[in-house]
Each structure stands twice: as C-alpha cells, then as structure tokens.
C-alpha cells in the first residue's frame, strides 16, 4: 500500500516536470503497455484499509475467562490480600478501566470481575483456597469445569501450587504463579503450562548475598521443612558461597507449625556465626524471633533475613534499623509508569500503600492480557503458552522477561537500608541498589536440555 502511494507520487512529480521541460506540440512518443497506475480512488482506498489495520483494536470471539485463586483465609491470608487487590489494579492498568465490580474488589460482595479492552471481555473468578491444597484442587476443578477458565492465576502457598501445577498440565491451561516462591514451580515440578510472575527462591537468595556477604562472612540458617524453605536453604547456600561465605554448620530445618523455637535457637547460638540467615513464611515467625532473643542470638549475631512485607516490619525488625538487606519488592524503590499507577491507587482505594507481592500480582495481570494481545485474541492453551515463553512487558518492577528455557521470571529486584520502622506510611527505607538476579536453570534432568546455553543448576533435588 505504501508502494502505491510512492508510485502515484512520482507519476504526479514526473508529469509536472516533463509538462515544463518538454517543447509545445511535441507528439508524445508511443510506449509499450505497462502496468496501469494507480487511481486516486485506490490509493484513498489502500489508505483507508492500512489506517484502519493500525487502529484496529482487541477482538476476542468469546470472552477470556481467568481463575484467580489465593489465599483469602488461611495461613498466609495475608499475601493473599496483596494478590487480590494488585490483580485487579493491573488488569484496570493494562486494560485502561476499572472492572464491572468497581475500584475497590471485595471478595466478601463479589466473585467475579469483568473488564474490557477493545471488542476484548476479560472475567476474573477468584476462589479463596485457604493454602489448602485439598481446598486448590476442588476449586481450581470448578474454575475449569464449571466455569471455562482460559488461564489460571495463583497461588500464596508453593506447596498448594505444586497441586494447581498438575492440574493445569492435565487441563492443557496456562497457570501463572503468583506469588509462591519456591524453586521447584519451574525446577523439578516444571511443565510447559507453567509460568511465573514471582522470582523463584534461588533470586531471593542472589539478591540478600549481594548485601550480606559485604557485612559477614559466616553463617547459619534456619528454614521451614517443606518445599520452600528447602529450596531457599539450598539457594542461599549456593549463592552465598559463590559470594565467598563460609557456611558453620550445617542448615537447620523446623516444621512449618513450630511454636517453640528453643532448640533450634540454641543450635544457632552456639554455631559461632556472624549472622543467622532465615527463611520463613507466616505467623510462626514472631515465636522464632522471640527464642531468638530469649536465647541470645539477637544480640550475639546478625539476622540475615530479607526485609518482609510492610504489616510485620516492625514486629520483626524493630531492633535492626541500620540493617542492609535484599527485598523483593517495596513501593518505594522501582521508578516507572506502572508502578506511579500502584502506587496512586492502592491506598486510596484499600487504605494501605503497596506491600511486598502487590508487584507479583499486578505483573500477572499485565501478562495475562499481553498474552493475549499477542495471540490476537486466541485463548488455546497452545496459543497462550506459546505467547509466553520469551515475552517481555513493562510492569511496577520495570521489565518482566519470562525466560523460554524455564518459564522464570527474570526481574529487578532491591537493596535497601532500614532507617525506621514508625513511620505511618511504611517509608521505612533508603535505597541502595537494584539488582537482576539470573539464577541458574533448575529444570530436572530429564528436562535438562531445555536449558540450552543458560547455567544448569545443582541444587539438592535437582
């Protein structure tokens, strides 16, 4: 169409020359028949269809159905609620609207939410899955039976999503992971139906290395005995190390229910280690920090934790100001667009800023609907998975990349220096660095030339 319009130009441009140049009464010579150009009304008409081909917008045939499952009141409720609230706000951000629910989502007055981008419907379902993994399997099985669900989303636990995994590979469905952590989602357990918006463990432990290997040399760690706290222990060992730390003793595993830490705590105060790194998730953590100080540990050595979301700070750090230290994600740190939008909406809208997952679930949202702007429109598994794999787009940590080998979400991540836990609006630190930390490909061994040329990892259970 753009030849045509060049080729009509230059017969408009050659005529007015020869018709100056060219004597009076000259007999135009005969020439042999070409190629008739174009009419004006063809070249308007060419226009007119490449103009509307470039405005053309979002065209689904049927609505795109997502489930959305977390934890809205189980042990980990409360990052279930950062999931709920910042999936919502990103499919508002990168849909351009509120949902049909309003500004503010309430999984009390309502269940599902329904946005619209373009000729494009986009529904969300949300199920509460208490981190269950009985309760993810009945419901994920409903979402998909019952309701039709073209992707689904979730969820807090990484044990639970170890289940919703094996049903979305049976169902042929997408899942995006967010916000779990744990290694194995895109190590052992990896399928081609799984993909991540959260860093997986061994990103975590990469992030807090690079801080804590600048401030001790020796370590300890204590973590929970299931497939998370495994897989971070490993991870931190590993990373730690190529930083050049020395591991005392060897890494201490307490179940996920503990409420009396004593022993542990006493294996840990007498290690002989600067600084105790812990990996822990939900409200067992305040008996842990407790022995910690009833044993000594607090005031003999360091506690080498990544910062935690902004309810628990200062509970948990209250004597560590000062501390450096890796995070995830605080609304204080990325410096974008689609993080002035979290930022501006979310406490208006639920009385709190930002929190730690607020990130992972908004980056889900923003892929759900980039996969599918990329598919035109086409919700197959085969298409959307396909769409996935090696997609970049623009979320509040800046660019996401979900890497084709293994599914991982490659993303910034933060260093910060706690400089108070008072304040009202959790500002409660100052930035140092970002990182982006690229972990080794954990896929199994079966799998492992998926990996192609990136670093195979050696992780226990690997």
Same mark, same amino acid.
């Given at each position: 169409?753009?030849?045509? %319009?060049?080729l009509?130009?230059?017969?408009?441009?050659?005529s007015?020359?020869?018709?100056?140049?060219a004597?009076?009464?000259t007999?135009?010579?005969?020439?042999?028949?070409?190629?008739?150009?174009?009419?004006?009304?063809?070249?308007?008409?060419?226009?007119?269809?490449?103009a509307?081909?470039?405005?053309a917008?979002?065209?689904c045939a049927?609505?795109?159905?997502?489930?959305?499952?977390?934890?809205?009141?189980?042990?980990?409720?409360?990052y279930?609620a950062?999931?709920?609230r910042?999936?919502?706000?990103?499919?508002?951000?990168?849909?351009?609207?509120a949902g049909?629910?309003?500004e503010?989502f309430d999984?009390?007055?309502a269940?599902?939410?329904?946005f619209k981008?373009?000729?494009?419907?986009?529904i969300?379902?949300?199920?509460?899955d208490?981190?269950?993994?009985?309760n993810?399997?009945?419901v994920?099985?409903?979402?998909?039976?019952?309701q039709?669900?073209?992707?689904?989303?979730?969820?807090?636990?990484?044990?639970?999503?170890?289940?919703l995994?094996?049903?979305a590979?049976?169902s042929?469905i997408?899942?995006?992971?967010?916000?779990?952590?744990?290694?194995d989602?895109?190590g052992?357990?990896?399928?081609?139906?799984?993909?991540?918006?959260?860093?997986?463990?061994?990103?975590?432990?990469?992030?807090?290395?690079v801080?804590?290997?600048?401030?001790?040399?020796?370590?300890?760690?204590?973590?929970?005995?299931?497939?998370?706290?495994q897989?971070?222990?490993?991870?931190f %060992?590993?990373?730690?190390?190529?930083e050049?730390?020395?591991?005392?003793?060897?890494?201490?595993?307490a179940?996920?229910?503990?409420t009396?830490?004593?022993?542990?705590?006493e294996?840990?105060?007498?290690?002989?280690a600067?600084?105790?790194?812990?990996?822990?998730?939900?409200?067992?953590?305040?008996?842990?920090?407790?022995?910690?100080?009833?044993?000594?540990?607090?005031?003999?050595?360091?506690?080498?934790?990544?910062?935690?979301?902004?309810?628990?700070?200062?509970?948990?750090?209250?004597?560590?100001?000062?501390?450096?230290?890796?995070?995830?994600?605080?609304?204080?740190?990325?410096d974008n667009?689609?993080?002035?939008?979290?930022?501006?909406?979310?406490?208006?809208?639920?009385?709190?800023?930002?929190d730690?997952?607020?990130?992972?679930?908004m980056?889900?949202?923003?892929?759900?609907?980039?996969?599918?702007k990329?598919?035109a429109?086409?919700?197959s598994?085969?298409?959307?998975k396909?769409?996935?794999?090696?997609?970049e787009?623009?979320?509040?940590?800046?660019?996401v990349?979900i %890497?084709?080998?293994?599914?991982v979400?490659?993303?910034?991540?933060?260093?910060?220096?706690?400089?108070?836990?008072?304040?009202?609006?959790?500002?409660?630190?100052?930035?140092?660095?970002?990182? %982006?930390?690229e972990?080794?490909?954990?896929?199994p061994e079966?799998?492992?030339?998926r990996?192609?040329?990136?670093?195979?990892?050696?992780?226990?259970?690997?």
């Amino acid at each position: 169409m753009k030849v045509l %319009r060049t080729l009509a130009f230059l017969l408009v441009v050659m005529s007015l020359v020869l018709a100056a140049c060219a004597p009076a009464a000259t007999e135009a010579p005969v020439e042999e028949a070409t190629e008739a150009p174009a009419t004006e009304e063809a070249v308007t008409e060419a226009a007119t269809e490449e103009a509307a081909e470039e405005t053309a917008g979002l065209s689904c045939a049927e609505p795109v159905k997502i489930g959305l499952i977390t934890d809205a009141t189980g042990a980990l409720a409360i990052y279930g609620a950062h999931i709920l609230r910042s999936f919502m706000l990103g499919m508002e951000y990168a849909t351009g609207a509120a949902g049909s629910a309003g500004e503010k989502f309430d999984l009390a007055a309502a269940q599902e939410n329904t946005f619209k981008l373009d000729d494009c419907e986009f529904i969300v379902y949300v199920r509460d899955d208490a981190s269950n993994p009985e309760n993810t399997a009945t419901v994920a099985r409903e979402l998909i039976d019952v309701q039709g669900v073209n992707i689904l989303v979730g969820t807090a636990s990484s044990g639970a999503t170890a289940t919703l995994q094996g049903i979305a590979l049976e169902s042929g469905i997408p899942l995006i992971v967010a916000p779990a952590a744990a290694n194995d989602i895109t190590g052992v357990n990896f399928n081609e139906y799984t993909f991540r918006t959260s860093r997986n463990n061994y990103q975590d432990a990469m992030n807090e290395c690079v801080a804590l290997t600048q401030q001790y040399a020796t370590f300890v760690q204590i973590a929970p005995d299931y497939a998370f706290g495994q897989g971070s222990a490993a991870a931190f %060992r590993d990373a730690c190390t190529l930083e050049g730390a020395e591991f005392v003793a060897d890494d201490i595993f307490a179940p996920l229910d503990t409420t009396d830490f004593t022993p542990y705590m006493e294996q840990i105060a007498s290690s002989g280690a600067e600084a105790y790194i812990v990996t822990w998730a939900g409200s067992g953590f305040v008996s842990l920090m407790q022995a910690a100080k009833d044993q000594g540990v607090t005031e003999s050595m360091a506690l080498g934790a990544t910062f935690i979301d902004n309810v628990l700070m200062p509970t948990f750090f209250a004597n560590a100001v000062g501390t450096t230290a890796g995070i995830l994600y605080h609304y204080s740190a990325p410096d974008n667009a689609a993080n002035d939008f979290l930022v501006a909406n979310t406490k208006p809208r639920y009385g709190v800023n930002p929190d730690l997952f607020d990130a992972d679930g908004m980056n889900a949202a923003i892929l759900v609907v980039e996969a599918v702007k990329a598919t035109a429109g086409d919700v197959s598994g085969e298409a959307l998975k396909t769409a996935m794999e090696g997609i970049e787009f623009e979320g509040p940590k800046g660019t996401v990349y979900i %890497r084709p080998e293994d599914h991982v979400a490659i993303q910034d991540m933060y260093i910060l220096t706690l400089t108070n836990v008072t304040d009202p609006d959790a500002a409660f630190y100052e930035y140092v660095d970002t990182t %982006r930390p690229e972990p080794p490909c954990l896929l199994p061994e079966a799998l492992k030339d998926r990996c192609g040329d990136l670093p195979y990892g050696t992780l226990s259970g690997q």
